[in-house]
């Protein structure tokens, strides 16, 4: 049956910079499915009040955390530890952009964006390895799923070196944590969406003509929709995904393959 094969249902998910954008479309479609949902967010209000919208779905609980310290990584990971004894899937969303001319590109541009883009990803999947050990079976592994982009594939259109030179690192992480962790029986994929409504492409996506430029790049011709990344990540958590291990998905429409 489907619901057998696509289930992620009383499964224990961690979805970071989940109070908007991505992180909450794959939030939301993790709480419709009948999983128990932490997500984390630098704000706390904003993150509280995200949970409290997707917890007239389901179950949604707000972990307010910085990811962009070693510190806020701690915190989060202890949060998840005192109300979980094991997390079945990580979704790792948290992440940070910067644009800027190449010549007058800052050094802080790069510092922020890898330590919340690279670092968060490895410190958080490490500090909640024994959690996600406790969830792991082979028949049913833990899930450790990494959001990339397809700027971390294919040469971007915008000046945004530090993002994309760090989704490209997320992309390999992805694959050397994959193999590092498949005797463990967690699992480690990566999702690299291409244009989907959030904060990051408010900037292409709120003009017209930048919008229309984005679509017409699109081979399907359209701006992704929440249920193309929730139903990704949530076919990576279940039983139908549980073979697949070191992929990175571009979900886009088609944009990373063409030129």
């Known amino acids: 049956m489907a619901s057998d094969l696509f289930g992620v249902s009383d499964k224990a998910v961690v979805v970071t910079g ?3 954008g991505i992180g909450r479309m794959i939030a939301h479609g993790f709480v419709r499915a009948g999983a128990r949902v ?3 967010a630098r704000k706390a209000e904003a993150c509280d009040q995200t949970a409290t919208e997707l ?3 389901g179950k949604c609980v707000s ?3 910085d990811l962009s310290t070693l510190e806020g990584v701690e915190h989060l990971a202890a949060a998840v530890g005192e109300r979980e004894p094991a997390v079945h899937v ?5 992440g940070a952009t910067w644009g800027a001319p190449l010549e007058q590109f800052p050094d802080s541009g790069f510092d922020k964006v890898l330590a919340v883009n690279v670092k968060g990803v490895f410190h958080l999947t490490r500090l909640l390895l024994p959690r996600l050990r406790a969830a792991a079976s082979a028949e049913d592994p833990a899930r450790v799923i990494n959001i990339g982009s397809i700027d971390g594939i294919k040469v971007p259109w915008t000046e945004n070196y530090s993002y994309a030179a760090s989704k490209a690192a997320v992309h390999m992480l992805t694959r050397q944590l994959a193999r590092q962790l498949a005797a463990d029986n967690i699992t480690v994929n990566a999702i690299a969406p291409g244009p989907f409504e959030s904060k990051m492409t408010a900037f292409m996506l709120d003009d017209e ?3 229309d430029m984005l679509v017409n790049a699109v081979p399907l011709r359209r701006i992704g929709r929440p249920d193309d990344m929730a139903g990704t990540a949530i076919f990576l958590s279940s039983r139908a995904g549980s073979y697949l291990t070191g992929t990175v998905i ?3 429409g088609g ?3 063409t030129a």
Not at 90 to 94: E, G, K, P, S
């Open 18 to 20: 989940g109070s908007r």
């Open 38 to 40: 932490y997500i984390s």
């Open 55 to 57: 917890s007239e779905d």
């Open 63 to 65: 972990l307010p955390a």
């Open 90 to 94: 990580l979704v790792n969303n948290a």
């Open 209 to 211: 003509a930048g919008r």
């Open 250 to 252: 571009p979900v886009d």
């Open 255 to 257: 944009l990373s393959g």
